[in-house]
Nanobody, 126 residues
């Protein structure tokens, strides 16, 4: 499966962006999905995950209450709505898919994901 992330850009602090990740080559309906980010000099950090059903979600502590992950099985996409953005949210954002997920599974570690998108840059100015 190929994942293509889009929607990144430059935004002022306090603003919003919506990232989208589209899959091709395979349906995502049986995959748990995740978003990670990586700033220069830092490790890739967990941002959000959503279960196969779409009913369960979890967020990293630094984005809780500001970001919302959602999925559309018909469109084979996963989105990340980012509100109240801060300069420390600046990073390259990656979407990822775990095709071996159990129905209600949520996955926080990078090793659980077999497929990754190429990343989309988010830059938040102060």
């Amino acid at each position: 499966v190929q994942l293509q992330a889009s929607g990144g850009g430059l935004v002022q602090a306090g603003g919003s962006l919506r990232l989208s990740c589209a899959a091709s080559g395979r349906t995502l309906s049986r995959s748990a999905l995740g978003w990670f980010r990586q700033a220069p000099g830092n490790e890739r950090e967990f941002v959000a995950t959503i279960s196969r059903s779409g009913f369960l979600t979890r967020y990293g502590d630094s984005v809780k209450g500001r970001f919302t992950v959602s999925r559309d099985s018909a469109k084979n996409t996963v989105d990340l709505q980012m509100n109240s953005l801060k300069p420390e949210d600046t990073a390259l954002y990656y979407c990822a898919a775990n095709p071996n997920a159990i129905h209600s599974g949520l996955y926080y570690d990078r090793g659980s994901y077999a497929y990754w998108g190429q990343g989309t840059q988010v830059t938040v100015s102060s």
